[in-house]
């Protein structure tokens, strides 16, 4: 039989507290040590006590219509600076056009959840407005001052043994992730600065968290598992991500509100790591957890596949070392609280619908704005039209009626990449949008179209006559990319 070791302790435990004077025991005098009952593993190593965190939060999008992607970011930095991550270590960027927005109804807050509290407040603007870019993006990652075009000029200038955080959330598309100043980043770009990152020996492991439609077609194929860093991602290569907590919704925003407050996923991480002490909560459990709510409970016609890339060896490892720890959360579970019901969500791509809808509602019948904003909404919906039916003419040019659909819809199979010439996708994009106009954020979607038409071989001179047949003769200039920037 074995000895009984548990029970020993307990009576120890109960006969010391006995021996204490009542003002002990009654709590009016301080314990001589830590009352709590540790795990093991609430005790980490010095090493690890010792490393230097570095977060960057990216915002890739702007407008009042995607409140919730600022709102996404405003809420990790909360969670970070609660945890201990210290501003001088956490690089925001954000367009910073929502919390003054004149259509937010409350003037300098941001909330991320319907009863939520401000996540706006004390938020670091590193990188805003026209900052907000692809490049700097690449450049702060690197710790390259010198590449910088404006912001703060902060930058990870992390050493060999810190961790880094990456949290990204806006639209995205087939191999590309959102920004709201062009272009857009790139799959290929965006390993390229990793492996860079790496090379250059500059820290001992990161974390990645990606919030956009299509996000795992970032990394299919081209995230190796051997530079120490872990990535999850809203959805695989081919579905939607979802917003959530929007107009009409179970839960409502507060009835001023007409956009979504939040996105699935992302909240999905958030809450999470608010409800659980991160200092027994793995990697690896938050990733089953946002796994299963992301998928609204295995229902994936409103819900999507979270996906993880990269090296997933370090998974075992303790969500603190990467996002801090809050001691508001000692007494908290690991993974314990877990939220069960289904989510109603909305396809990112249709977020922006919805807002201009339930900003028309809101206004004054027989008004001539009421008017004029109905034609905002109905050129926007043409021009979706327009760039849908522009891409099925040109597979249609290219390769025939019989062919066309299936090529430009092919998804190749996991682990290879979505282009095999980047050079040529980007070349690809430029030609259509200058014949056809500004993809826009919706168009975002046709990016595998493009990626196969290249794959399949199609020259250059050939793609760009295509384009012209399919939009030869339309009045673009609403729409050009050279107002607007290419994407590429």
Known sequence: MAFPFRLIFLVLLVAAAATLPSEARGGRRRYP????IRWPSDHPKKEEEDCTRWAVLVAGSNGFGNYRHQADVCHAYQILKKGGVKDENIIVFMYDDIAMNDLNPRKGVLINHPNGEDVYAGVPKDYTGEQVTAENFYAVILGDKSALKGGSGKVVDSKPGDRIFIYYSDHGGPGVLGMPNMPYLYG????????????SGTYKEMVIYIEACESGSVFEGLMPDNLNIYVTTASNAEESSWGTYCPGMDPPPPPEYITCLGDLYSVAWMEDSESHNLKRETIEQQYDQVKERTSNYNTYNAGSHVMEYGNTSFKWKKLYLYQGFDPATENLPPNGIKVKERMDVVNQRDADVLFLWERYKKMEDGTKAKAEFLKVITDTMLHREHLDGSVDIIGLALFGPDKGPSILKS?????????DDWDCLKSTVRLFEAHCGSLTQYGMKHMRAFANICNSGVPLSRIEEACMAACGGRDIAKWSPLNRGYSA
């Not at 040590?33 to 709590?36: K, L, M, Q, T």
Request: no cysteine; aromatic share 8%; proline share 8%.
């Open 188 to 199: 290929k770009d965006f390993i390229e600065v990793l492996k860079k990152k790496h090379t």
């Open 33 to 36: 040590w830590d009352p709590i």
């Open 411 to 419: 998804v190749r199979r996991r682990g290879l990449p979505l282009a």
